[in-house]
């Protein structure tokens, strides 16, 4: 079992960043791809971002790339979501989650284990 818990979120400015990190315990993260998903209200959830632990291999969804940024610390197992340049089409719910390494990075059905989420809202 591995239990995630996301941190970080909370209200920003357009324009303006946010650092979230997602602590892991259970099981150390060295053999999972980590994902970052959102899911804005009467929305469903879309993939953000994501990295293969082992290799560092990095994934983002069009809509990030170039603002957001994946990272890990192995020595703390934790994964971080470092978001740059905010828009308030950004703001969701941040959810972070732990597959199988060799994975679809991109597809929620990959994933098997699942933070509580933290919100981030991006004002105008």
């Known amino acids: 079992q591995v239990q995630l818990v996301e941190s970080g979120g909370g209200l920003v400015q357009a324009g303006g960043s946010l650092r979230l990190s997602c602590a892991a315990s259970?099981?150390?993260?060295?053999?999972?791809?980590m994902g970052w998903f959102r899911q804005a209200p009467g929305k469903e959830r879309e993939f953000v971002a994501a990295?293969?632990?082992?290799?560092?291999?990095?994934y983002y969804a069009h809509s990030v790339k170039g603002r957001f940024t994946i990272s890990r610390d192995n020595a703390k197992n934790t994964v971080y979501l470092q978001m740059n340049s905010l828009k308030p089409e950004d703001t969701a719910v941040y959810y972070c989650?732990?597959?199988?390494?060799?994975?679809?990075?991109?597809?929620?059905?990959?994933?098997?284990?699942w933070g509580q989420g933290t919100q981030v809202t991006v004002s105008s």
């Open positions: 259970g099981r150390t993260l060295s053999s999972y791809a």
């Open positions: 990295i293969r632990w082992s290799a560092g291999s990095t």
């Open positions: 989650a732990a597959a199988a390494p060799l994975t679809i990075v991109e597809l929620t059905t990959s994933y098997d284990y």
